[in-house]
């Protein structure tokens, strides 16, 4: 750990005039990566300034409004010692702050949404508390800085390296110039690199490019995964809250998706692909799901539960709350990055569009499992998502661009079919790339959702990983780091690496990797291609609660 006598001498973030700060590290992005690149800097003595273009930080738990996606051991191992800590945080929080039921506190697991995808299904807000608990130490000390509803606009770049940031208040208060030794893109798009003229990949790869088993052909860079416009709902039976038609509702409530292997018909319905055999897919929706009549297949109201109302005093929830992030409002007609501001802010307001299309269908026309239609009391909660319109603050974003890396992951080296065929081991047998230069692992399907170039989902297995430091150093430029879902990976990898507990461990290994070449004055490309430098500090990080590898375990 961090020496006492080392955290002290931290300076704060200097003013160097008006609208110009100098810091040690900038974090361009207050994502869930982001935060952790912050934690994973600060806790190592540099001075951190973090910018973020909503006012929450947290990024997919938050802003996002999706609760953790993960890996079935996460209990037990595959994350850092932080990212366990913010786990235990949010349980915490709510047996602190919320009027849980006895048999509810008592539970080590607790579940406070017993939603069906994540073991820790819980309310945005939830997670801003402790996250912004967890930052709080370092606030009040003036180590870190955080920059509200600040996005980066242009960048100083002098050769190979960038020499400032200069970011724009998004709520007309100006701008301000940030100057810092290391920064660190924590962006849910990479926003960083087109300003600093960083080599960077997006969308599809070809086979040619990565030799990937799944890639096609001829390159894609506008086939990029779709993003979605996610909401919370409750439901009140015999209240009706129905919301204004949508201007777009024809369009959507008609619309049958494009797709290649075809889909198997209306979007706004209870039929969809099978993410892994493409075959039609029956679910339902039930948010009364005591009622006892059920439908055929998986209950989406349940899928991601944010609020089990049962989990707490009697009264005090009066409808359970869910999450709704499903393929049914997964936008795929267009992309909101590489793309004009204009087109951009099409495609959202479509996206929102289509959103609210499936609410409204659901409220009026969806098939119910007695027999009926609607759901007239399903309300729309924006005090969850913290918004007017209660759409989340910003789209949750599956795909960014990527820097183009001194090592990059493709197939072959997690995927369980690809890695079988280049190794020719069996099932059993097969584990995935072991990388020397591990900065941290991860697991989790290679979980492609319909994207904007027509492919229909590619869901495939993939082999517990690790994260290479190579993947996080860009070919050219020194004092640039990834900490988000921009790193070295390819269309097809970026599906397991993107979710939760690995943007976290790829956000805080990145601050720490730029602490480590501060502190020891080297750069990270020094770090990486130096024996004695990498395991320095790989064991820095292994003293700091990250895992760099994996106990045997079977593929996901």
Known sequence: MLSRRVFLSAVPASILSAGE????????????????????????????????????????????????????????????AAYKAYRRAVRDYYRTHFPLTAEARARWDLNPGDGNVSRIAHEPRVSLAV??????????????????????????????????????????????????TYFLDATEQGDLLPLTKTEYVVGFESKKQTGELHAPDQAQPQNIQSFTVCYAVDYLPGQDHTIDKPEEYAFWRDYVPQMKPAWPGKLLSWQMS??????????????????????????????????????????????????????????????????????????????????LALLYWMQTEAPRPDGGAGFKGLRLRPDITGTDDGMAKYPYIRESRRIQAEFTVVEEHVGTEARMKATGESREEVSAAPFDDSVGVGSYRIDLHPSSGGDNYIDVSSLPFQIPLGALIPKR??????????????????????????????????????????????????????EKNLRAFQSRLTQQGVELQWPRISPR
Request: one cysteine or more.
């Open 477 to 530: 430029m020194e004092n640039l780091i990834p900490a988000c879902k921009n790193l070295g990976v390819t269309h097809i990898t970026n599906g397991c690496y993107r979710l939760h507990p690995v943007e976290w461990n790829i956000g805080e290994s990145a601050g720490s990797l730029a602490a480590h070449a501060i502190l020891t004055k080297q750069t990270p490309r020094q770090i990486r291609n130096s």
């Open 274 to 355: 099978d993410p892994i055999s493409l075959k039609v897919r029956n679910v339902h929706f039930n948010p009364d799901a005591e009622s006892g009549k059920q439908g055929q297949g998986l209950n989406l109201f349940l899928y991601r539960r944010i609020a089990n109302k049962r989990n707490f005093a009697a009264g005090r929830y009066v409808s359970d709350i869910s999450l709704i992030n499903w393929p049914q409002n997964d936008y795929w007609l267009g992309n909101i990055h590489e793309v004009s501001d204009e087109e951009a802010a099409r495609h959202l307001r479509r996206a929102k569009q289509l959103s």
């Open 131 to 180: 996250l912004e608990g967890m930052l709080a130490p370092y606030l009040g000390g003036g180590q870190l800085t955080v920059l509200l509803n600040h996005k980066p606009i242009r960048a100083d770049v002098d050769g190979d390296k960038i020499r400032a940031v200069t970011t724009r208040n998004l709520h007309g208060g100006g701008e301000k110039t940030i100057h810092a």
């Open 21 to 80: 700060l100098r810091c040690d590290v900038a974090i361009m992005g207050g994502s869930f990566g982001g935060v952790a690149a912050a934690l994973g800097a600060l806790r190592n003595g540099q001075t951190v300034i973090m910018t973020e273009e909503t006012d929450w930080i947290g990024g997919q738990t938050t802003s996002q409004s999706v609760p953790p996606d993960e890996h079935p051991w996460i209990e037990q191992f595959g994350g850092t």
